[in-house]
């Protein structure tokens, strides 16, 4: 009996050490990626090579089928796992399955100046592009915020590089420990939304290194980042997605990237550039329509068909091709074919608490005067709630960053859960709805039935909590658009005055992904910067605003009084947002509060300022 086992065991043994090594090495998950990548190499043709350096589709570039090798997906970020896109427009795909949790806008997680939730964040957010079967999350963000009207500074980490590489790393590590690769935005020097497909920056090379590469040279090397997204702009007049001396010469030689450079959708000019110029992966190059009944226009993209004719002509050594295949197919098995990737999960609780919490630490008390925050509600009556922040749903609109949420709690519907029928509202203003880069026409008259009705429901009240500042739509925190001013816009400045020449106990509570003015300042009692707070917003708010948490974020960006204070408006077109498509960073180094400091120029709430609940005496 004992000899028939014996030989029964060293059977099925030898017969699955034969079926392993019947696995061919790409195929086996315990081998190391580095022997994957190259058994994979070593089977793929060219053709099979070059067509992994594309897109098939608006968010997806190819595997090598005939091989078992999956494709890539991905998926906008870098606050929630983006709704399902159709396979080959910009539309939405209706899916009925795919809404996620907003989690707070990244200037939020900045102004917690909390490493920790930075990794708490990363891994909630990327375990719902796991369960998305997302393989790429396009983002976080850490191009720095050298000009407060950025459209899109709402994705950043503000305007220092110590601080904004601080708070990436570990939001990168814990999404890439989920087995989703983070693509880091945008690479380089995309500082502002006007003319970003083609404005040209010059910077020197000090600046460069000092302000605007180091938050992203730290996710390199401190984060081991698997993809990076290159910019729409150019530099040394060359196009960010394949500019050699950006994503070769730095990236890739002097910081030892091995990952793969994808560029933004669109962001693709030329074969030749893109084939020498570090470029990886082609996305988004007009694929709108472009199919055939022959074939798919894919294959018509620069680094498709075109690049392929190249290196048959041996114009494009193969190689370039190796290492770009290996690059990609690097990220396939970290990601798609990695054995670990998580499964992840779906508006789970612990997302929703993960959203709470960095949304408290991120909320900054900027002015606290009179005792009137914490909010004593047995103090009040009639708490009137104006603004249009207070009913808005801030998850929508914004550009790519968009969400489809399954819940968002609104501040009204947050402070009515706490304070019951003692809150009374009024509108007060209408922004509109969040279209893509454009505004909505206003009527007028209409809108001033919205002041006039507060301005009368005011008279009643004796408490106004003022729920406004800036939102997601076209020029405002929008991409593809740098907001017009730096006031806050929709007649805001003079609601709040009028106001508070009727209630003097007045709390302003603003929305926002950047600085703004606040000229009326010293006619409020308390001011609260909420950035974007995501799917809790209004019980975050109310947690802050009841006593419940004591806010403890600090600004990541100085609000300056005044607009001209900024250094990028000194010099004219040339500085901001520039001339002949030439933009010139002529401050230099004197980004954010390094100017305010070195030039002794006051600002209205520096760089890391934040108050709390808690008063100290020395
Ligand atoms: C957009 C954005 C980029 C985004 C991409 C895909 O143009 O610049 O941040 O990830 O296209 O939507």
């Known amino acids: 009996m004992r000899r028939l086992l014996l030989l029964f065991i060293t059977a099925t043994t030898t017969l699955h050490v034969a079926a392993q090594a019947q696995v061919p090495t790409y195929l086996n998950p315990k081998a190391p990626i580095e022997e994957r990548v190259k058994d994979a190499l070593n089977r793929m043709t060219l053709h099979e090579k070059v067509k992994i350096l594309h897109a098939q589709s608006k968010f997806t570039s190819a595997g090598v089928p005939r091989l078992g090798i999956h494709q890539l997906n991905m998926s906008d970020g870098p606050h929630g796992v983006r709704e399902e896109i159709e396979w080959n427009s910009w539309n939405a795909a209706h899916w009925t399955n795919d809404s996620c949790v907003a989690f707070p806008s990244l200037t939020c997680l900045a102004a917690t100046w909390n490493r920790s939730l930075a990794a708490t964040y990363g891994n909630a957010v ?94 390199v090397k401190e984060a081991g980042l698997w993809t990076i997204m290159g910019s729409y702009n150019r530099w040394l007049n060359i196009h960010c997605c394949h500019n050699d001396s950006l994503l070769n010469g730095i990236l890739k030689r002097e910081w030892g990237f091995d990952g793969a450079v994808i560029s933004d959708w669109g962001g693709t000019h030329d074969t030749w550039q893109s084939a020498t110029g570090g470029l990886d992966i082609e996305m988004g190059t007009g694929t709108d329509g472009k199919t055939s009944d022959k074939s798919l226009g894919y294959d018509t993209y620069y680094m498709a068909n075109p690049l392929e004719t190249l290196v048959r002509e041996g114009k494009i050594s193969m190689d370039i091709i190796n290492d770009k295949a290996a690059r990609v197919l690097r990220t396939i098995f970290r990601t798609a074919m990695n054995p670990n990737k998580a499964i992840g999960s779906l508006c789970s609780e612990t997302h929703y608490e993960a959203c709470q919490k960095i949304g408290e630490e991120g909320i900054v008390l900027l002015r606290n005067n009179g005792g009137l925050l914490p909010l004593d509600a047995r103090k009040y009556n009639r708490i009137l709630v104006v603004g249009d922040n207070a009913v808005r749903n801030m998850s929508e609109g914004g550009g790519s960053s968009e969400l489809k949420t399954r819940h968002d709690i609104s501040p009204l519907d947050g402070l ?79 609601l709040i005055n009028d106001l508070a020449k009727i209630q003097k106990n007045m709390i302003v509570v603003t929305f926002g992904g950047n600085a703004f003015a606040t000229p009326w300042i010293n006619n409020v009692k308390a ?10 917003s209004g019980q975050t708010l109310a947690a802050v605003l009841s006593g419940d948490v004591n806010p403890s974020g600090k600004l990541p960006v100085t609000f300056a009084k005044e607009q001209q204070d900024y250094p990028c408006f000194k010099y004219g077109e040339e500085g901001y947002p520039g001339k002949d498509g030439q933009v010139h960073y002529k401050e230099g180094i004197y980004v954010g509060y390094r100017w305010f400091d070195t030039k002794g120029v006051k600002p209205q709430f520096p760089f890391g300022f934040g108050l709390s609940y808690t008063t100290f005496k020395y």
């Open 126 to 219: 990327s375990e719902e592009f796991a369960y998305r079967g997302k393989d790429i999350m396009l983002g976080p963000g850490t191009t720095i915020a050298r000009m407060p009207l950025n459209g899109r500074s709402f994705e950043y980490m503000g305007e220092d590089p110590y601080l904004a590489g601080e708070m990436a790393v570990p939001y990168i590590k814990s999404v890439q420990a989920n087995g989703v690769a983070c693509c880091l935005k945008h690479f380089a020097l995309n500082n502002q939304e006007t003319d970003r497909m083609s404005i040209n920056i010059n910077v020197s090379e000090r600046a460069l290194r000092e302000i605007y590469l180091p938050a992203f040279e730290k996710c």
């Open 416 to 494: 009515r859960a706490i304070y019951g029928d003692k809150i009374e509202f009024a509108r007060g203003y209408y922004a509109g709805r969040a279209l893509y880069a454009k505004a909505e026409k206003l009527d007028p008259d209409s809108l001033q039935k919205l002041h006039d009705e507060a301005i009368k429901k005011a008279k009643e009240s004796d408490l106004i909590i003022f729920i406004g500042g800036l939102n997601k739509n076209g020029y405002e925190d929008c991409e593809n658009t740098d907001r017009k001013s730096y006031n806050l816009s929709y007649g805001q400045n003079e």
């Open 527 to 536: 001011l609260l910067h909420c950035w974007y707070l995501g799917s809790t």
